[in-house]
């Protein structure tokens, strides 16, 4: 830890925490098809690295920003099980492109103009199980299911 805060300038403290650290929830689920049509809004593309996502998903029946409809569903993808808590509010960090670092204050006025500030959605974990990249995934909406 010394030689961290020697690189730091500042002392370092390395501490146990009670609970975990992390945005709001445990994931952040986001949909493709969102993702491009907010890219369509902003008029290019949007690397959805800006959002921090655990989970994209993507499917024939998914429509942009259908995932407005998920807060209160069950989630489901590869072994695992996910409850749909809130909608995420979105922070400045999403004005950086993470490719160039160049801030861009319009995408987050844009996104809060747009989408009540909001995008993606937050999940907790009701049951953990391995998640792969191409699992299939549906969303329980009421007492419909949507894949």
């Not at 500042?10 to 049509?37: G, T, W």
């Not at 489901?76 to 996910?82: F, Q």
């Not at 004005?95 to 160049?102: A, I, N, S, Y």
């Amino acid at each position: 830890m010394r030689e961290l805060g020697e690189e730091l300038g500042q002392p370092v403290l390395l501490r146990s925490m009670d609970e975990p650290m992390h945005d709001d929830d445990d994931i952040l689920v986001l949909s493709a098809a969102s993702l491009n049509a907010l890219a369509v809004e902003y008029g290019a593309f949007v690397n959805p690295i800006r959002f921090r996502p655990n989970v994209i998903v993507d499917g024939p029946n998914l429509g942009a920003f259908d995932e407005l409809e998920w807060p209160g569903s069950e989630f489901s993808i590869g072994d695992a099980v996910l409850q749909v808590s809130k909608m995420c509010e979105r922070c400045a960090l999403t004005t950086v492109d993470p490719e160039t670092l160049v801030s861009d204050p319009a995408f987050l006025k844009l996104v809060v103009q747009r989408h009540d500030g909001r995008f993606g959605v937050y999940c907790k974990v009701l049951r953990p199980g391995d998640v792969r990249i191409g699992d299939e995934w549906a969303v329980r909406v009421s007492s419909e299911v949507r894949v």
